[in-house]
């Protein structure tokens, strides 16, 4: 069992920045692939970006490419998004997810590829 708790969010002006941390529990993060997700009102939860277990692969959603970055400390079993030059868009609930089932160098963009969630926070971004 994997328990992961998200942390960061708040309420930023676009054009700001926040960092959202994801800490997991356990011994085995470094097997895990992460992916962060987010879910707006009325819609559906949606990709935003992944890192492998090792760190050396990452993904992105197009709408967050070149604005957010994913990264991990596997020491410390936590992964981070840095998101800057957010826009109103971006207001949503965030989500990590773990994925047990991944190799070393991939990682899934996939919601239902993912084994285990965390309880969200919430990013705001006002215009």
């Known amino acids: 069992q994997v328990q992961l708790a998200e942390s960061g969010g708040g309420l930023v002006q676009a054009g700001g920045s926040l960092r959202l941390s994801c800490a997991a529990s356990g011994r085995t993060f470094s097997r895990y692939a992460m992916g962060w997700f987010r879910q707006a009102p009325g819609k559906e939860r949606e990709f935003v970006a992944a890192?492998?277990?090792?760190?050396?692969?990452?993904g992105y959603a197009d709408s967050v490419k070149g604005r957010f970055t994913i990264s991990r400390d596997n020491a410390k079993n936590t992964v981070y998004l840095q998101m800057n030059s957010l826009k109103p868009e971006d207001t949503a609930v965030y989500y990590c997810a773990a994925d047990v089932r991944r190799s070393t160098y991939d990682y899934t963009t996939s919601v239902s590829e993912y084994d285990y969630w965390g309880q969200g926070t919430q990013v705001t971004v006002s215009s």
């Open positions: 890192i492998s277990r090792s760190g050396g692969s990452t």
